[in-house]
């Protein structure tokens, strides 16, 4: 399969020391002579063929891909399309058939056991759909139990889990037990946990996809004030396409274990990759996710013009208001160079195109 990715990846992962976490040829399969099906024809065999020929079950196929730091680096697809079994391969919870991920230089596929384990301790946090808190355990103590399993002197662990609790929004709860949360409230407390240790990399596994829509929404708003303020890589799963385009800087598409496109919100919205990206993609509202570069026209009609000056990088629906009140063309820029123009009709064209949808 060819897999579709934007140039602009390669710009945000300009070179392995630049990369968090990179992912190089990664098989997954599912049976007791699984090694010995990669390098043969059957390889290339359909899941269901697989299946059917040799019994054999592929969960990843050949999937390669760079996260740089400080990126929310966002794994996305069906029910049944690898996503999971992605993740947990990162941190060798499955073994993987083939392949290597490599973590910071560091390459996870060869360690030891004792220095996989460590890594998972220190540098890699988990979150996942179902909190794993402990019943028994206050908020504190749960905040501060992977600090325990490392050996931190009480008074530090205590200290580090406060100033998570505070960070995650729920002072005033730390003597609470889980059972008298609310389920947003529970999460809140697996995200100051999984913050306590100081991670290189945040890791969700669909961590939200329990919660009413509107805690789910307001936990979406969390990881991204998070983000903010921490500036961690994190690496998310998810199947809801509007979760991914909120908060991904770039969103991997899977579908049969396999990667389908690769690249920024706009540019899975407005370059899909194929008719199944075209389908993930057709409802949503592209004035919110597509930028000014899909919409502007060549920069030559930019000579003498004066007024609003927008990045390129704009969302059309933030920029929508500028431009209608303006009533003229606009000038788009790249940092300090012009790269077109846009004015109030390229602006509407979008904007009616989702209301004929």
Known sequence: MTVTESPSHRENVAS??????????????????????????????????????????????????????????????????????????????????????????????????????????RKVSMVFQHFGLLPHRKVIDNVAFGLEVRGESKAARRTRAQEMVDLVGLTGYENNYPDQLSGGMQQRVGLARALAADPDILMFDEPFSALDPLIRRDMQNEVIRLHREVGK?????????????????????????????????????????????????????????LTLKWVMRPPTEAVGLDGPVLQCNTIVRDAARVVLNHGGPCRVVDGDRVVGVVDDQDILRVIVAEEGD
């Open 16 to 121: 392995d020391s630049e990369v968090a976490l990179h992912v190089d040829g990664l098989w997954k399969i599912f049976g007791p002579k699984a090694d010995k099906i990669i390098n043969t024809p059957d390889a290339h065999l359909s899941r269901k063929d697989l299946q059917a020929k040799t019994g054999h079950v592929v969960g990843i196929r050949d999937v390669s891909f760079d996260v740089a730091p400080g990126e929310v680096f966002v794994i996305m697809g069906l029910s049944g399309s690898g996503k999971s079994t992605l993740v947990r391969l990162l941190t060798r919870l499955i073994e993987p058939t083939a392949g290597t991920v490599t973590l910071y230089g560091e390459d996870i596929t060869a360690m030891a056991d004792k220095a996989l384990l460590d890594t998972r301790r």
């Open 233 to 289: 890589t994190m690496v998310f799963i998810t199947h809801d396409l509007s979760e991914a385009l909120k908060l991904g800087d770039r969103i991997l598409i899977m579908r049969d274990g396999e990667i389908v496109q690769i690249g920024t919100p706009d540019e899975v919205v407005g370059a899909p990759a194929d008719d199944y990206v075209r389908d993930f993609t057709s409802e949503v509202p592209k004035s919110h996710v």
